[in-house]
């Protein structure tokens, strides 16, 4: 049986960090109420497009494989907010990487991009249509973000992670997935002015109302990842305590908390960053699982759990399956572009040109 093992990781974080005490500069909120609502501290603004981004991120996966460019069967490239529809967001990481033997695609789940991603690129290794891929999930979502609703503005930041997936005969990688909709309720989480049913309605990009029913979500978050670990679980015959850590979207701590609650699951398992990045959309599942690989959380012969949930309102989860503890063969010194612009003056230049 073939598998898709994960050879490399990597992750690319703008620098200008945006703090819970700067929303309160311009919308009525506060560090205690976000604080204690979600467990968010501080997010990131990009000042380059999301390509960008995710080339960075790539680079650094490929160098952590000990591959290059040249490796890369395929690229897919999961994110809400792509630079632009036509041509597809991967062929310029393609562009950008070198990688012209790597066919490319674009997967948009929101939140759950870059694990759906994961799913296709796993899916297309083991049935052997391809030997390698790039997985990303990457989201620059400051732009469209409606900065004067606090009710979504405080919850999101922007970032990238990539995974390098290579055929191996060895048991390693997606052992098992649960993925689906709850397609009924797509409109509690939804971005008005996005998209070609507002082409020609006299609308600019950032104009976006964004229709969020925060306490409704909460609920289908939990419901829906717990139901997905459980039937993930179920498929490979394994229990909670199979589970050596858990890597859950981050979109509020409170919703981690439910999930590990309702999963019988020790907090010491669950692996949490949302303090220093908040929700990054489709980056976030795959930013977390890298920095837990990263920070040396990831041991030989493990289970890892990877729940995630998002617009659509698509959910998924994943097992994935390590049988040596990961180790990066080399770092890459690409970087992205230096900026001096804070994360404050970053918003509000978005502000004011869509205002
Ligand atoms: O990636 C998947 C997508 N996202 C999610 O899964 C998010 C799911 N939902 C949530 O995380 C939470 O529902 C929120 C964090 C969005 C909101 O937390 P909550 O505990 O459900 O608060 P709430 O909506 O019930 O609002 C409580 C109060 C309200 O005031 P009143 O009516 O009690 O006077 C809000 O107007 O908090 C107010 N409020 C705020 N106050 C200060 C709402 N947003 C803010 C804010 N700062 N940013």
Known sequence: MTYAAIKGWGKCLPPAKLT??????????????????????????SHVPVSELAYVACERALAAAGKTAQDVDLIVFGSTT???????????????????RAACMDVNTACTSGMYSLTTATAMIKSGVVRSALVIGAEVISPIMDWKNRDVAV????????????????????????????????????????????????????????????????????????????????????????ISLVVPHQANLRIIDSLAKKLSLPSEKVFVNIEKYGNMSAATALVAFVEAIEQGDVEAHSHILIPAFGGGLTWSAHVVYFDL????ESTSNVQLPATNKSALTLVEEIIQATS
Not at 20 to 45: C, H, P, Q, V, Y
């Open 325 to 328: 503890k990961p180790r990066a």
């Open 155 to 242: 919850l999101f930041g922007d970032g990238a992670a990539a995974l390098y997936l290579e055929a191996s005969e060895q048991k390693a990688g997606v052992l098992a997935e649960s993925l689906g909709c709850f397609g009924e309720s797509r409109d509690i989480l939804a971005v008005e002015g996005w998209g070609m049913k507002y082409a020609n309605k006299g609308r600019v990009l950032g104009d976006a109302h964004w229709n969020f029913i925060g306490q409704e979500i909460f609920k289908k978050a939990v419901a829906g990842m717990a139901h997905g670990c459980e039937s993930t679980l179920a498929k490979l015959n394994l229990t909670a305590e199979d």
């Open 82 to 100: 792509f630079d632009e529809l036509c041509p597809n967001a991967a062929s310029n990481v393609q562009r950008m990487l070198g990688a012209e």
């Open 20 to 45: 819970n005490d700067d929303l309160a500069t311009f919308l009525d909120t506060s560090d205690e109420w976000i604080t204690s609502r979600t467990g968010m501290k501080e997010r990131r603004i």
